[in-house]
């Protein structure tokens, strides 16, 4: 059954006279939001005009035409934040994103942005986005260093994939782990694999050679020099491991252990330790 009102339309009325009138401030909110979303429907149909290539010489003065509309309707770059910069410098880093505060956000291009980002020494990837209505967000995925190669001149840094590291050695990595020879920053990557099975052990090494293209020689920071077979990193890091744990390694005057062969193990002992007399010179 349909249910009528009794209200006295007079009463009716006079509830409706008694609403509070708008407040002054709401009709140009209306119309700014409404410029805006206009300006958003603008920007997305620009932006598929652009991403499917469809803008030529007029094109190019109606989009110069909407950047500025949206920039007067309040559509402009108002934050610019990064995530996962460590090494990378804040200096670079801007200059690279090349976007300031004011700049009108539709005319901000991430991918250009991102090009210019991954060109950055320590960047392995950025990832770029505008968030509407005043805002860039730059994603960093930055590379890892694992050592230092030992060139003819200096140290440079090395990544996991062996690539050098342009713009020298930030403070407090002088101690990573220091690769020498022809071949080492391509290698490095398994042998870290493999050492960080042990930190303890691992801290010990100071540098690793690649030998002749096939093996590794491993420095220890006591001076004792470690000669692993071709092709067995994993059986003689093992060997090494048990030696330093059980036979206690690192307290004898060892200068020299190697691990070659499989089936023996050849250590070289310090003079002091063979002619206990040459410790202290003679007599």
Known sequence: ????????????????????????????????????????????????????????????????????????SGLIVRNVYSEGREATRRADLLRAIGVEVGDPILAVDPEAIKRRVEGLAWVERAD???????????????????????????????????????????????????????????????????LSTDADLMRQIRAATWVGGRRWDLLLKNGMTVRFPEGDDARAWARLVRYVREERLLEKAVVAVDL????????????????????????
């Open 260 to 283: 070659r062969q499989a089936d023996r193990t050849v250590v070289r002992l310090a003079p002091e330790a063979v002619d206990p007399e040459k410790a202290g010179g003679g007599a």
């Open 1 to 72: 059954m349909a249910t009528v009102s009794t209200a006295d339309p007079a009463r009716r009325r006079a509830r409706v006279q008694r609403q509070k009138p708008r407040p002054t401030w709401f009709k140009p909110a209306m119309v700014a939001g409404g410029a805006s979303t206009a300006v958003l429907a603008l920007a997305g149909t620009f932006a598929l005009a652009a991403h499917f290539g469809w803008f030529d010489h007029a094109g190019e003065r109606i989009r110069s035409a909407l950047i500025d509309l949206s920039a007067r």
């Open 128 to 194: 770029v986005v505008r968030l509407w209505p005043d805002t860039v967000v730059v994603r960093l995925s930055e590379r890892r260093p694992i050592g230092l190669w030992q060139r003819p001149d200096r140290h440079v840094l090395i990544d996991s994939l062996g690539r050098e590291i342009e713009g020298g050695i930030p403070q407090g990595m002088e101690s990573l782990l220091i690769l020498v020879g022809d071949g080492a920053p391509e290698h490095a990557r398994a042998l870290l694999a493999l």
